[in-house]
């Protein structure tokens, strides 16, 4: 028998396991429950139905379901977390990054729509747990989206790469952590899986945020944290002072992924990884670990860049040269901001009435707000306006 099989369960996994079997002998009710509704903070009484299991962790759960009221009829998603305590309290962190963005809402980021706190789903696990008797379960109602990244990356990426999604799904990407840099957050765990798309219209938002970080000043962090095939060569090398720019990277390496049509650096552990980063970039100079802040150093002889096309083969020329300016050991020097937003690279979406491959409009996702957040050297060119007169007038 395993250790793992003899190990006591913690107060998370116990309610979350709890949690869903509850919610499945009661799957045809309709749940009514007080929350309090955002941005206004009013408190509301939700009514809800078809609640089903959407996808589980150690913490939390996410369920999908109806909201009957108030407002109009419309799907939703539930994320209901149990924090694993340690000590006399701990901050649910996602949550009080997103109701501080609540206010300043970004059309790239998922939006909170209600949120409530529930005891436990079942007052027996305090006959296991008595100690957790005052902690909570925060819950959160966001707008429903229906894939993720990781469930088109193969439609849009390989050998035929379906170039306007991925120009238009990197945008969004890009403009979502323009903004969480902005407002001093590292998400710390930019991947496929936390990105979410309506593919009909071609929105993408970023979620989950449970690794976020507050980052107002350049303090202490734990090196351990962004899922290992988008985490940065700052954090492999152990850095614990780093900034919003390790996001920058985890996009890069997405945007690269949407391109290959599977992962671009798939590194079976932490040194593998690097490894595989170094074989197509090149090892990195004395600068470039001092830029770093690495922790530890490289041993063994240098590394001759092979290069990306080595890993993207089929990928266009402009693929290419976006991602050498991204994917780059200095974490200051990498593409970012509205730098790479009015990037030429980015010029095939605001051709006017151009279209995606399923026929809808591409400035019905980059609209003229957005176009005139961008530098001004761009918005005089005689391009763009020609493009806004053609688009928006």
Known sequence: ????????????????????????????????????????????????????????????????GTLLSPGPRKEIALKKTWPDFEGDSQVNTELNILLGLSCRWHKNIIRVLYTFRSITPDNKIFLLYPSFL???????????????????????????????????????????????????????????????????SGVLKIADFGSAKFMRRMTKSTSYQVTRYYRPPELLLKATYYSPQVDVWSGGCVLGEITKGSILFPGKNAKDQFKLVMDALGSPDETDLMDMKAAISIAGARIAPRGLRSILPYASEEI????????????EKRLCGKVFLSDPFFQELFVPNKRRTNGTFVSNIITLDDLQKLPYVFLISNFAKKLIAAIFC
């Open 134 to 200: 005052n902690y909570i379960c925060e819950t959160m109602i966001f707008e429903y989206l229906p894939k993720t990244m990781s469930n088109i990356v193969k439609q849009i990426g390989g050998k035929y790469p379906d170039y306007i999604d991925i120009k238009l799904y990197s945008w969004q990407l890009f403009n979502g952590l323009s903004f969480l840099s902005n407002n001093h957050i590292c998400h710390r765990d930019i991947k496929p899986q936390n990105l979410l798309i309506e593919p009909i």
């Open 320 to 331: 290419i040269n976006i991602l050498q300016r991204i994917l780059v050991y200095s974490p």
């Open 1 to 64: 028998m395993s250790n793992n099989s003899l190990r006591k369960k913690t107060w998370s996994e116990i309610c979350v396991e709890k949690d869903v079997g509850i919610l499945l002998k009661n799957i045809d009710l309709i749940h009514e429950q007080s929350a309090v509704e955002l941005p206004s903070k009013k408190e509301v009484k939700l009514r809800m139905k078809n609640l089903r299991l959407h996808s589980s962790g150690v913490f939390s759960n996410v369920y999908r």
